[in-house]
Each structure stands twice: as C-alpha cells, then as structure tokens.
C-alpha cells in the first residue's frame, strides 16, 4: 500500500499555494527531495483570511487541496 504521506523515491518536489484568483502568493517546496515524510509549513503571516489553494507536484503525484485561513 502507498502512503499518501510518504515520498516513495527522491524526486522533485514542488509546493505552492495560490489565491482564489490564482495568483501565486507563495512558493514553499521547489527542490529535489529523499524518499520518506516531510512536513512543511506556511508562515501565513502577511496573508489575509480567505481561501486559499495549495498545489503539490512530484514524481507521479498532483494534488490540489482548498485551505481556509482564519486569523
């Protein structure tokens, strides 16, 4: 079984989050990783509440995912 979590072989990986209009507001993953877990966290601190998309790319993998942020 695949764990969706888990990075199965070192590729490149890329992160980013976008506003609803689809303007890129921040960049937090662009660079090549090792297999295995990793966590990564937005400082949201000059964004405003709202939503918010995050798009997750690497080898064989895409996932788009809504965030709500709320301060």
Not at 26 to 48: F, P
């Amino acid at each position: 079984m695949n764990d969706i979590n888990c990075l199965p072989e070192a590729s490149m990986v890329s992160i980013n989050v976008y506003d609803i209009t689809g303007r890129m507001v921040k960049n937090l993953v662009n660079s090549n990783e090792l297999a295995g877990y990793h966590n990564v966290t937005w400082d949201a601190g000059i964004a405003s509440s709202g939503l918010y998309i995050a798009r997750m790319k690497a080898k064989g993998f895409n996932k788009v995912q809504k965030i709500a942020l709320i301060k």
